[in-house]
DNA sequence: CATGTTGCTGCCGTTTCGGCAACGGCTATA
DNA sequence: TATAGCCGTTGCCGAAACGGCAGCAACATG
């Protein structure tokens, strides 16, 4: 089923490696057949699609613009071949997420193994990374759907979905601070904290608000795996800050306790977004889990709100 | 800048003129050629795309979605093109646009007009047709932007914006019901009114009210051009039905005059709602007009509101 | 200076494409 | 019922496009 122009699918090619004997190497053809359709291709269009630099090849402008509807051509063409194949009943593909790390931890896991459940031929591909990588891996087409905090966005990514979750301290089950109901900022700083380098987030959310403190914070672990702040916390070694979405088994085991954040009478809002390119339809069958993966998220932000109320 | 395989644009033609050998005609080549290329395409594909009639081809379901496939990558090459062109300060192109005829009296003239006015090489394609032709053209792809009744829309097009307008009475200067305010059904169905007929929409709206009434209504003159009922009207023929959208001269003039319909207490809507394929990103020069259309149509809707109040 | 990598270019065999003419199937008309 | 006019398809053949191979100059790295 290839019935574009070759030309199409090398162009692709060498901009997603950058090279055209590497691109030669990725589609098992000559470097010269590469290099021939890349030259007719910016004939055609009357202008050079990419700068030649000793190492390689960039794009130029008239290049971005090309490679914007290349991606859109091979991506609706992924989608209709989708759409024959679930004439004849056989829903297969593989889903591409990009996703930052507050995820791993259930939300993504109990979707990805209970979607299998169902639909057995349906593969995944998923890529935790920052915020904003996670955005240009869809901008780039590495990735159909994306999960980031909700910054401002590119124009071309659609926000399929925008829900908002609770920051709070979490702390081992024989913590001081476990007892409480929630726990405002100054509280916390009287222990040990594990505190997010600047690549999470989560540091970006707390950190106008340290400022405005005027105690000097406590010395501090530092670290950039909510995995591992999970974990020392759990441990007993200071207060960790994050969702609760990080923490379900663990504090379901009673080992961990997640108390909301006050700050001054309000809480304090992680703002979590589901992305997807703009100029595109998703194949049926990621779209199918987009759905699930947007309900799943509305309930636990539903279940967050009725378990920890926005009092003020 | 035809970098996409033939086989492509046959289709295309293929699928638009409804045969083989028209569709040589119209690309210039010889029907075996085509013939050929679209068998090759249903090898590929693994399905035949056409039914094979004694008169000509039809789509089939697969075909349909190769359709919609091949008509996105036209359409994203189109607004490619005009991207490039628009590096080099080049802004051209053509917009076509489908409506309904409410429109040709003031609306498009004098936008296409201003629009020409300000971007000389950018043409126009106008086709008058009935709402739901106007849907029609725009899913198949021969329209850029449709305007027409707002009902339930096909799920690949976009409702771009949805304006309201009020239906009313149309009558000449002289007319014994000039001097009012508003009018209800009953007064106007006192006098010889010009009906319009089932292929217009007015129809559909003052039906259900008519029904309603217990008197039977006068015998009345019925068209299908609301053109043709104006200028019916304006010669004190009878009352006609329209909004007020299509008689912005006349009544300028001060030869024909607007009463909005006064319905048990409640204005009588017309709602025109503007168009566009989903998937799809429109060039810029067309987007361009689309917004200004957008924006006049509110504006009119606007003024509209504020000369003539909802009141209850 | 040697080595490795880059993109590009003749040369040549293979594949694909398109034009021409002819064939069988079908419809409408006389 | 015969005929003329469509229709899509197929064999044949020249032309154009494509891809592989080997070699080129330019540049970076050691």
């Not at 799943?296 to 967050?304: A, D, K, M, N, T």
Request: proline residues 5%.
């Amino acid at each position: 089923m290839r019935f574009h122009s070759p030309a199409i699918q090398y162009f692709h090619a060498v901009r997603r490696t950058g090279s055209i004997r590497a691109a030669a190497r990725v589609l098992n053809v000559a470097s010269s057949a590469v290099s021939r359709q890349i030259l007719k291709l910016e004939q055609e269009v009357g202008s050079p699609l990419f700068e030649r630099n000793a190492r390689g090849l960039t794009l130029t402008t008239v290049g971005e613009m090309l490679a914007r509807h290349v991606m859109n051509v091979l991506q609706d063409l992924d989608r209709f071949r989708s759409d024959v194949a679930s004439l004849s009943g056989a829903w297969s593909g593989t889903v591409s997420i990009a996703c930052i790390e507050s995820l791993t931890e259930s939300v993504l896991p109990d979707l990805i193994a209970s979607h299998r459940g169902r639909a057995r031929r349906v593969s995944f591909t998923t890529e935790v990374k920052g915020s904003s990588d996670v955005l240009e891996s869809l901008s780039r087409g590495e990735a159909d759907i994306g999960i980031a905090m909700a910054l401002r966005h590119p124009p071309d990514l659609r926000q399929v979905a925008l829900k908002r979750f609770r920051l709070g301290a979490v702390v081992a089950r024989e913590h001081p601070l476990a007892r409480r109901k929630t726990v405002t900022l100054e509280q916390c700083l009287a222990f040990p904290v594990i505190n997010a380098l600047p690549e999470l987030s989560i540091y970006h959310l707390l950190q106008p608000l340290i400022a405005q403190l005027s105690e000097t914070p406590e010395p501090a672990i530092q670290a950039n795996s909510i995995d591992l702040m999970r974990e020392l916390a759990a441990r007993g070694v200071g207060v960790a800050f994050q969702t609760q979405l990080g923490i379900n088994r663990l504090s379901r085991d009673g080992q961990l306790v997640f108390l909301p954040l006050d700050n001054a009478g309000s809480p304090v809002w992680s703002d979590l977004g589901i992305y997807v390119r703009a100029e595109r339809t998703l194949p049926a069958y990621t779209d199918s889990f987009l759905q699930e993966l947007v309900r799943e998220l509305g309930e636990r932000e539903r279940r967050e709100n009725a378990a920890y109320p926005p009092t003020s």
